[in-house]
């Protein structure tokens, strides 16, 4: 009994001389990893995190811990913009050249962040071969990606997804002459979905198309609407036409729904298709400019049309080189519409007074005093005819003197003119696009999912 004693204190002596370990993160208990966790608010982060090891992406992957990520950060940050890169601004008239090949070039807000090869849509295109003739019939899910023959363009973002025309290259006709098919895409995971045209409508001119909340949450890819803005014109009156609006959800029980809602005053026409530009969209309307001196405005939700007459002082034929409506929010966040116009020299920004909804300037500058301390190409017989604009943003007006292309954009907040910004070397519109919400974790995201893959891995191997 003695030696047995004297064995347990040997043994007693030895623990307590062992060095103490120190603690890591996997000692943290899950209460306390989820808290450091949701300190990351960026799904960049977040996915980086997810790849530290499988604890971390079980616990990021969880629907609890992203829903209180969301309601903490709210949604995902702008990572960059899609520039359309056309090769012509709009002329006189106000018609774009032809979109050109490839819809839009990347450029991530942060470089140093953000991969911007993430955001590339060369998923969505197939090279042509030496013997590959144009194709004009297309067939959806064969082949899988979209033919290069097809005509494409940019011409909405939400979120993550983006919105493009896909309709046959046809040189002879105006794109705006004719519907063109969809498709909605999310660039990061390279998921994509066809939405072909309403069959009974594929006749008739499209005004504008735009992507929508779908109203649930889950994957974005089944969370979102298209709204598609066609012109019937007059069978009697050639001159007049009447707006349509046809929404297309996803799922099952999706597809287009036709809207038939006409002006509130039935007596009024909207004239040829031709005088019809997109002026903007703002506090969840959109709004037409037409060369007549109104604006037609639909309301996102009610699907409802409607016509607007400003004031004398802001009057005139609204082309889509001069007139542009914009929301008053910096991320998004449209409470009210204010309206940008180039008037002769003068570029003048209005506004709406918010008690008594009076339309007031709040801003002008001149044009041809503001540009000529820049540098780059500054002609003296610039602003001889007014200036076009080019794109504008709820911060920003892209513009181009008539005589030549020279882009330089105004901040509206300051008045500033420059030239060295990004969006000033692209002539056509920016999308801004943000990294998918919820983040796309898919391997080893339960528990158990180790195991299960090392039998498969062990079933290939013939164990």
Known sequence: MGKGRRRNRSTAKQRRSLPAVPATVDDLPDELLDRLLLYLGSPLDLIRAAATCKRWRRT?????????SYAIHGAPRVAGHYYVTDTQPP????????????????????????????????????????????????????????RHNRCREIVDSRGSLLLLTNGPRRESIHPRRWSPDFIVCESVSRRYQGIARPADLSHLPLLGA??????GGG????NFRVLSVLYEPDRWRYQFGTPRACVFAPGSDGGWHLCWHTMDDGNVDVPLVET??????????????????????????TLKFSLLTFPSQ?????????????????????????????????????????DFGEWVMEKSIRLRDATAGLPGGRDYRFFRLPARIVTAGNTFVV??????????SVELETME???????????????????????????????????????????RKGW
């Not at 955001?119 to 979209?146: I, K, M, Q």
């Not at 735009?210 to 109203?215: A, C, E, R, S, Y």
């Not at 998004?332 to 519409?337: N, Q, Y």
């Not at 008539?402 to 330089?408: G, I, M, N, P, R």
């Open 314 to 354: 802001m009057r005139g034929p609204y082309r889509r080189t001069s007139f542009r409506v914009i929301g008053s929010g910096v991320d998004g966040e449209d409470k009210a519409a204010r309206v940008v116009r180039v008037d002769g020299e003068e570029l003048e920004v209005f506004g709406q007074l918010p």
């Open 60 to 68: 990021i992957a969880d629907k609890g811990f992203l829903g209180r």
């Open 399 to 408: 513009l181009t003197p008539a005589e030549k292309t020279w882009l330089f």
């Open 219 to 222: 994957d974005t890819m089944s």
């Open 417 to 459: 003119v420059e030239r060295e910004h990004v969006r000033n070397r692209h002539i056509g519109p920016s999308y801004p696009c943000a990294l998918p919400w919820p983040p796309v974790l898919q391997a080893c995201v339960h528990r158990g999912d180790d195991v299960v893959g090392k039998r498969r891995r062990q079933r």
């Open 91 to 146: 002329d006189v008239t106000g018609v774009l050249r032809w979109p050109p090949q490839k819809p839009a070039a990347f450029v991530p807000t942060s470089p140093a962040v953000v991969d911007g090869s993430l955001f590339s849509l060369d998923f969505l295109y197939v090279p042509p071969e030496e013997a590959d003739r144009p194709r004009r019939r297309y067939y959806y899910n064969y082949p899988r990606r979209v």
């Open 276 to 301: 019809i530009h997109l002026a903007g969209r703002a506090a969840g309307r959109v709004y037409w400019g037409i060369e007549d001196g109104t604006v037609l405005v639909l309301d996102e939700s």
């Open 210 to 215: 735009f992507l929508l909340d779908g109203g």
